[in-house]
């Protein structure tokens, strides 16, 4: 007679984790579109960073900054008088930045962006209209180096596995619903990773992505040096994604992954 067999147990980067209280929920306003940018140390970026930000500002949305502790001139480069709002988050960390942020917020709708993303023309729309028939999604992204084989490659996987395997990450804009990033845990307050295992998460809960027909500009600032220099920061960072879900510690891959700024 066989043994019965207990129920599987997931690997970690599986598994479903407990929702995140919404401190801000009684505040919320329908409809209201929230965009939370971590920075740190972003002196170089955010000035690009909020010349593409005014159609949104104009437009209403409510526009938050949640920083880690920023060293430079970051926090002093932000506008005080149109309404942009500053917190400094207790732990440096995007993870802990972005999950501050919506805790702080007020919009149906979460956008998180980076500080050297560059949005396009009628960004808000397209976002909206993602939104109006999927509960998640992002941008697709592209870079300024046209001309570059590399980058174009780059693009192109980037957008695919969007498409072919439901995973975005975070250079390219993640938003969605409000209720379902709380009722997904939020950001997974590890040190590297987070939004690839947002994505997991969302895929472990059957949410389906879309993306925008217009793309997000993102800097190639990880990318350095010539085309063998790119493809080996390529390289690491698919060994980087592999090694997460065989369950190295994101302590010890976030060793690995240098940071640049």
Not at 114 to 127: I, K, Q, R, V, Y
Not at 136 to 149: P, T
Request: hydrophobic share 35%; with cysteine; charged share 30%.
């Amino acid at each position: 007679m066989k043994k019965r067999e207990g129920k599987r147990k997931l690997p970690f980067y599986a598994e479903i984790p407990e929702p995140l209280s919404d401190p801000n929920l009684e505040q919320v306003v329908p409809g209201l579109l929230s965009v939370i940018i971590p920075t740190y140390n972003e002196e170089k970026t955010i000035e690009g960073l909020l010349r593409t930000l005014e159609p949104l500002q104009k437009s209403g949305a409510e526009i938050i900054f949640s920083d880690g502790g920023s060293r430079d001139r970051t926090l002093d480069l932000v506008p005080k008088d149109r309404g942009y709002q500053v917190i400094r988050a207790e732990k440096k960390g995007r993870a802990a930045q972005m999950n501050e942020g919506a805790c702080c917020c007020r919009g149906e709708y979460l956008f998180f962006l980076h500080c050297d993303s560059e949005l396009p023309e009628g960004a808000e729309a397209e976002l909206r209209q993602v939104l109006s028939r999927y509960e998640a999604g992002c941008f697709g992204i592209d870079f300024r180096e046209k001309k570059n084989l590399f980058m174009y490659t780059c693009k192109w996987i980037s957008n695919h596995r969007v498409k072919d395997r439901k995973v975005m990450f975070g250079d390219q804009g993640i938003f969605l619903r409000r209720e379902l990033f709380f009722r997904a845990g939020g950001y997974r307050e590890i040190p590297i990773m987070e939004d690839y295992q947002l994505s997991l998460t969302l895929k472990a809960l059957g949410v389906p992505l879309g993306m925008t027909r217009r793309r997000i500009y993102t800097s190639p600032r990880r990318f350095q040096g010539n085309t063998v220099q790119k493809l080996r920061v390529m390289w690491q960072m698919n060994r980087l994604r592999a090694a997460y879900r065989k369950g190295v510690s994101p302590e010890v891959l976030a060793r690995r992954y240098r940071d640049i700024r």
